[in-house]
């Protein structure tokens, strides 16, 4: 009869032992969004395991509290009731009692203890972890109802337990975060894309997504060395002029360039009669200009454009001066990659030489490089560009045929702008460097 007994408690606490641990890997693993999509179309359990998932913590507290309980329970109860009555079995065949007492007790904790790691702790665990979604649904019920009513139990082990953390300078942290960062997304971009699960495509596209927050405008405009504008004193057929530059917009300046007027476009002009643009100073068709920091965020800047509906900023830096202008397509660009259309001209782009070598433009950003060429170039504070990182090495301005030795990869400068590489050759190896000249 004892050991009918034992086993039946054996069994009885293993199962609550192993409903405990499907509650606390169930609503752990499980995802909170498809939780929150299913309970808006209606399904009443997702809502109350959603409901459960909002308060993690606690209900962590609570299946370790009835683990705990279960677990002691089995060897404070069952396995004594089991090893009583194994002694008793084993003394009917002659064995001592001293000899009989010790196996059964030896039998009574391998049975149990093998019972509730199989039964009690693996098997739930591993079914909470290949069935999250409906096992977190099929236990919301119960789990809210033993939270409710085993609460101010669990709560007092809590502020213990938190008295402890707090005593040995360490904040306990109530519930877990919600949601991924950036940085979890990237990984989990990453594994995707190893096992195959996303193309090199969409995978660039989300990388260049999650790197958009953390551009600012300096690194998305056009430089003002570059820039196309005109004079406020200039006629208005200047503008039609400039639309060869495959441009529709200009900055309008006073004395210099760093006297910011407005903006026109060609919007403006069409506004003037076509027999008095030759007559009409820019300045008195111009739009004022929306004037943004290099030090912008590009969510920012995206954000400036769209509220004051346009498609133009000029950026300026820290003292006030004309750093570039930072246009919708530039921003486009950076979440997209290269936009290019009938209106622009054959400007310099990444042009493949050779295997494993490319000619590439001086203004390209090293992080672009990367993107294009799989080639990972040192990134620093002070550069953002290529020519940047030249003119860094080089410690001096650039001249034609200046070479850059890098770990994994070697420039040479193939033209100078401004005393600035305007445009050089990457290797990817150096034993390639014949093939780049």
């Not at 060897?75 to 009989?100: I, M």
């Not at 059964?104 to 904790?109: R, Y």
């Not at 060869?244 to 903006?263: A, E």
């Amino acid at each position: 009869m004892l050991i009918l007994t034992g086993l039946l408690a054996i069994v009885a606490l293993t199962v609550a032992t192993g409903y405990f641990v499907a509650q606390e890997f169930a609503f752990m693993a499980v995802d909170r969004g498809r939780l929150r999509q299913l309970a808006e179309d209606g399904d009443k359990a997702a809502e109350r395991a959603y409901r459960v998932t909002q308060k993690l913590s606690f209900m962590l507290s609570g299946a370790q509290f009835g683990i705990t309980v279960t677990a002691l329970l089995a060897g404070y109860v069952a396995e004594p009731l089991l090893g009583t009555g194994l002694a008793d079995l084993l003394g009917l065949t002659g064995l001592s009692a001293a000899v009989a007492v010790s196996l059964s007790m030896v039998v009574a904790l391998v049975f149990a203890t093998v019972v509730q790691m199989v039964l009690g702790e693996l098997l739930p665990k591993n079914f909470a972890i290949a069935r999250p979604v409906p096992l977190a649904k099929a236990l919301s019920a119960s789990t809210l109802a033993y939270l409710k009513v085993a609460g101010p139990v669990i709560r007092l082990f809590d502020a213990a337990a938190n008295r402890l953390l707090r005593a040995v300078g360490i904040e306990p942290v109530e519930e877990l975060p919600q949601g991924a960062t950036p940085e979890d997304l990237r990984q989990i971009i990453t594994d995707a894309r190893g096992e195959g699960h996303l193309d090199a495509e969409l995978s660039r596209l989300l990388d260049r997504g999650l790197g958009f927050r953390e551009l600012v405008a300096e690194q998305a405009m056009t430089p003002r060395v570059v820039v196309h504008s005109v004079r406020a004193d200039e006629p208005a057929a200047r503008v039609v002029e400039l639309l060869d530059t495959g441009h529709s917009r200009f900055p309008v300046f006073g004395d210099d360039l760093d006297d910011l007027r407005g903006v026109v476009g060609l919007a403006e002009v069409l506004t003037v009669d076509p027999d008095r643009r030759a007559d009409t100073p820019i300045g008195a068709i111009a739009s004022p200009a929306l004037v943004v920091p290099t030090t912008l965020p590009l969510p920012a800047v995206l954000e400036r454009l769209r509220s004051e509906r346009r498609q133009l900023a000029c950026v300026v830096d820290e003292f006030g001066g004309f750093a570039g202008v930072v246009s919708l397509e530039d921003l486009a660009e950076e979440l997209v990659g290269e936009i290019r259309d009938e209106d622009d001209l054959d400007e310099a782009a990444i042009e493949p030489v050779g295997e494993g070598v490319w000619r590439v433009p001086g203004r390209m950003r090293v992080d672009e490089i990367a993107d294009a060429t799989g080639v990972e170039l040192p990134e620093h504070d002070s550069y953002d560009t290529v020519s940047g990182l030249v003119l860094s090495r080089l410690g001096r301005t650039a001249r034609v045929d200046d070479e850059v030795e890098l770990d994994g990869a070697w420039l040479r400068v193939t033209a100078v702008a401004r005393n600035v590489p305007s445009s050089v050759v990457l290797a990817s190896r150096a034993a390639e460097r014949e093939d780049a000249r």
